[in-house]
């Protein structure tokens, strides 16, 4: 895979996009590999957390030009092309709803530009860290196109409106002190390195806590944000019946008491026939 790599040491995988002299730009070989990847490391239960960052000076670019000019799936200029688009853009979608249904969160580590469809992965991880002179945008607007792949959901639940408006319309450039300020970028530092740093902090305490919980944490709050708070409080009634673990939460407070570190199971790998 010459897009990204991945490693994984201690429950902690890390997916490291490989096109640094390209700013990390999205190819379609991305796109085929991704969702694979991380269902792979979401099917044996073992990876708590994942953490995603780019080499080089910027996160991610968005999306390669060879995505703009790759044959006739670009250019839907009958019903057949058409419906050939938007089946190509289904898969995309997908790809990146895999880090939301993974069960592990999924943390992103911001340098540079974080544009186009590096935002829209960016949106669609669990917790961001970013250097201080990073920025953040919808920069489909800049070549006449709508973002597709989830900045025009996501953001809005993540961002004001207002804001996301601005970006979407006018291509704006958000600032990532900015955008911590307002909440999307949980915390910033000085450089790449102390984005990376914050991201590890925060994998390193995730993977430390019992994975169950983690699971069931994740899958609450990603259904929350897309229902009432009457039907996400009985989903979460439903949730913690079914993953309520004495053994885990004994080890949990018996950690506490004694002042060491639990050791929790890490999950079944995930079901299949």
Excluded at 181 to 201: K, S, V
Aim: include cysteine; proline fraction near 4%; aromatic fraction near 6%.
């Amino acid at each position: 895979m010459d897009d990204f790599r991945i490693t994984e040491a201690n429950g902690i995988a890390t997916l490291t996009l490989t096109r640094p002299q390209q700013s990390n730009a999205l190819t379609l070989d991305f796109w085929r590999d991704f969702p694979t990847a991380i269902q792979q490391l979401d099917a044996t239960g073992a990876t708590r957390a994942l953490i995603i960052v780019g080499e080089g000076r910027n996160f991610c670019a968005g999306m390669d030009l060879s995505v703009f000019t790759a044959g006739s799936t670009m250019k839907p200029d009958h019903a057949a092309g058409r419906a050939h688009f938007y089946e190509t853009a289904r898969l995309m979608q997908d790809a990146l709803a895999r880090l939301e249904h993974a069960r592990f969160p999924v943390i992103a580590a911001i340098q540079g530009a974080c544009v186009g469809a590096g935002l829209e992965l960016a949106a669609a991880c669990d917790l961001r860290f970013a250097a201080s002179d990073s920025y953040l945008k919808i920069a489909e607007i800049d070549i006449a196109m709508m973002a597709d792949l989830g900045a025009l959901q996501r953001l809005p639940k993540l961002l004001p409106d207002a804001v996301v408006k601005q970006m979407a319309y006018t291509g704006y450039a958000l600032p990532a002190l900015r955008a911590e300020a307002l909440g999307f970028i949980n915390a910033t530092e000085a450089d790449a390195a102390g984005a990376l740093q914050l991201a590890h902090e925060a994998a390193k305490a995730i993977a430390a806590r019992a994975p169950l919980a983690i699971a069931g944490s994740k899958d609450s709050l990603l259904y929350a944000r897309d229902h009432s708070v009457a039907q996400s409080l009985e989903r979460a009634g439903w949730m913690q019946a079914a993953i309520w673990n004495t053994e885990d939460i004994t080890a949990a407070i018996t950690a506490r008491a004694t002042k060491s570190a639990p050791h929790f199971k890490n999950l079944l790998p995930r079901a299949k026939i």
